[in-house]
Nanobody, 122 residues
Framework: VQLQASGGGLVQAGDSLKLSCAASGRTFENYGMGWFRQAPGKERVLVAA????????FYVDSVKGRFTISRDNAKDMVHLQMNSLEPNDTAVYYC????????????????WGPGTLVTVSS
């Protein structure tokens, strides 16, 4: 499976940004997807996950109410809408997939694409 994230950039605190990830190489609609981020000097962590159908989602507490994960199975795309961005959201963001229809466990993800950098200035 190949994953390509896009949409990162430099924004100010309080702004919004939408990340997108294009998937190819296998039947996209059969698998759950996730967005990870890695801040400078920190480990990569899962921030949002979505089931194969889009009906089940997971968010880490720090982004609940601000980020929304969605998917378009017709276009093999997954998105992360990020609102009310904070400087602590600064990180490289990666989309990822697993072999499960849905999982919120980081260790279940086994494929990542190149990341896209999000920088939030104060």
């Amino acid at each position: 499976v190949q994953l390509q994230a896009s949409g990162g950039g430099l924004v100010q605190a309080g702004d919004s940004l939408k990340l997108s990830c294009a998937a190819s190489g296998r039947t996209f609609e059969n698998y759950g997807m996730g967005w990870f981020r890695q801040a400078p000097g920190k480990e990569r962590v899962l921030v949002a996950a979505i089931s194969w159908s889009g009906l089940t989602t997971f968010y880490v507490d720090s982004v609940k109410g601000r980020f929304t994960i969605s998917r378009d199975n017709a276009k093999d795309m997954v998105h992360l809408q990020m609102n009310s961005l904070e400087p602590n959201d600064t990180a490289v963001y990666y989309c990822a997939t697993s072999n499960f229809k849905y999982t919120r466990y980081q260790s279940d993800y086994n494929s990542w694409g190149p990341g896209t950098l999000v920088t939030v200035s104060s």
